[in-house]
């Protein structure tokens, strides 16, 4: 079922700031940012390896982001699984009575399929499952 990890997505309060820390302290390189519209988020890539660091800054105080960060504070906010089949990844969950944020896949702008494993289900992580477009 699972690939590899895709990506952690870590948090941050301000997206300059945090990028800056990855890079300069770290090393890393930044791959892309964007505005993701339909999670009200301001992202950075960071690949690492064959995975990626990315970073998210909220850009609407009623997104489930910033409801994370105003409650928990900066920091890891998921880890992010690649699947083959997606509709088959969830339908094995479901079958397992494991409890998702999203029974159904939620396809981003750029064809690629995602869904939330609650964090109840997996020790207080959140997880999500991706399947990229096969372009």
Known sequence: ????????????????DA?????DA???????KEHVA?????VAFLPVG???IELLQPTDDESGVAKYLQKRGAGMHHICFEVDDIEVALAKLKSAEI?????VPV???????????????ANGVLVELYELNAT
Request: no cysteine; hydrophobic share 50%; aromatic share 8%.
């Open 99 to 103: 409890q998702l944020i999203n029974e």
């Open 107 to 121: 396809v981003g702008a750029d064809g690629r399929k995602f869904a939330f494993i609650h964090p109840k289900a």
């Open 26 to 32: 770290l090393g890393l390189e930044l791959a892309h």
């Open 38 to 42: 339909s999670q009200a988020v301001d």
């Open 1 to 16: 079922m699972i690939k590899k990890v895709n990506h952690i997505a870590v948090v941050v309060e301000n997206l300059e």
């Open 50 to 52: 064959n995975t990626k």
């Open 19 to 23: 990028t800056a820390f990855w890079v």
